[in-house]
């Protein structure tokens, strides 16, 4: 949930699809950024960092209307599965095949 108390939902659609709390459709985007993801988590700011795979492994990050800012792709990790943020901004992502959490 943003800070503008929308929800963000990754979907195997390679994309990511933004609600109401009520279950409103607002509006997707990640088309053509995000392949297959599988990991989501805001920043205290308001950033959508979004942990994806398929032929390409990445972490991307957006805006809240979903511009794609940063996209890191050469990280080592091997099937990104959950992303987590702590208070002081470490993003700590699953990598589900090495077994282990990477901390960025």
């Keep these: 949930i ?6 963000h939902v ?3 659609n390679h994309r990511i699809q933004v609600f109401q709390q009520n279950g409103q459709f607002i509006r997707q985007f990640g088309n053509g950024i995000v392949e297959c ?18 032929v390409l492994i990445s972490l991307s990050i957006f805006t809240q209307d979903g511009q794609c800012v940063h996209k890191v ?6 099937i990104p599965y959950g992303v987590a943020i ?7 992502v699953a990598d589900f095949v ?3 959490v990477v901390v960025l």
Excluded: C, F
Aim: charged fraction near 20%; charge should be negative; proline fraction near 5%.
């Design 86 to 92: 702590d208070s002081d901004g470490l993003i700590y």
């Design 98 to 100: 090495n077994s282990r």
């Design 73 to 78: 792709t050469d990280i080592g990790l091997n």
């Design 2 to 7: 943003t800070p503008d108390d929308l929800v």
């Design 10 to 12: 990754t979907d195997s």
């Design 37 to 54: 993801p599988r990991g989501i988590a805001v920043t205290s700011d308001g950033h959508i960092v979004v942990a994806s795979h398929g």
